[in-house]
């Protein structure tokens, strides 16, 4: 069988600013396209919002061959309330964390792996290593039920499981 591979992740942020810096500045992501939209998505791409908004996406490569990442932007919003199902996003770079250090973002660590947190609360964990292919080697979920999840993902999505881990978390 083989396996389907994740296209993007969507993040909601409130500061396109200081957003742009640390995805283009520290992660080394470059932007890939960008949108700008005058009212709410009928799909409710932007969320429960209907207004003004606009997407970025951002990545190390082309969408059709790299995993990328989706900065929706609401007009007038100016922070959004993080959830508990995103954990993280595994990237190998040896320039990150050295960057994160110099641009003022705090590097803390988590199981021994670095971690540096987006302006709008995302953490993105680095592995000070260089990378063959995409810098993006995992994206780190959480769910309330283990089991449908994986049959969600692996079954019906075709993606590959890498590792499970259960952990309470309160």
């Known amino acids: 069988m083989s396996h389907s591979r994740a296209l993007h992740f969507v993040f909601k942020v409130g500061n396109r600013t200081k957003t742009t810096q640390f995805f283009r500045d520290v992660l080394g992501m470059k932007f890939l396209r960008h949108e700008e939209f005058e009212e709410g998505c009928k799909a409710s791409c932007n969320g429960p919002y209907d207004g003004k908004w606009s997407k970025s996406m951002v990545?190390?490569?082309?969408?059709?061959?790299?995993?990328v990442v989706e900065l929706t932007y609401n007009y007038g919003i100016g922070?959004?309330?993080?959830?508990?199902?995103?954990?993280?996003?595994?990237?190998h770079s040896n320039t990150a964390l050295e960057k994160a250090k110099s641009l003022g973002y705090a590097v803390t660590s988590e199981e021994g792996v670095s971690v540096?947190?987006?302006?709008?609360?995302y953490k993105f964990r680095i592995v000070n290593e260089s990378s063959n292919g995409d810098p993006v080697k995992q994206i780190s979920l959480a769910t309330s039920h283990l089991s449908k999840s994986i049959d969600f993902w692996s079954r019906l999505c075709g993606m590959k499981v890498y590792s499970v881990e259960q952990k309470k978390q309160f």
């Open 116 to 121: 540096v947190t987006s302006p709008d609360g």
């Open 59 to 67: 990545g190390y490569g082309p969408e059709d061959s790299h995993f």
């Open 79 to 91: 922070s959004y309330k993080i959830g508990n199902d995103f954990l993280g996003i595994t990237i």
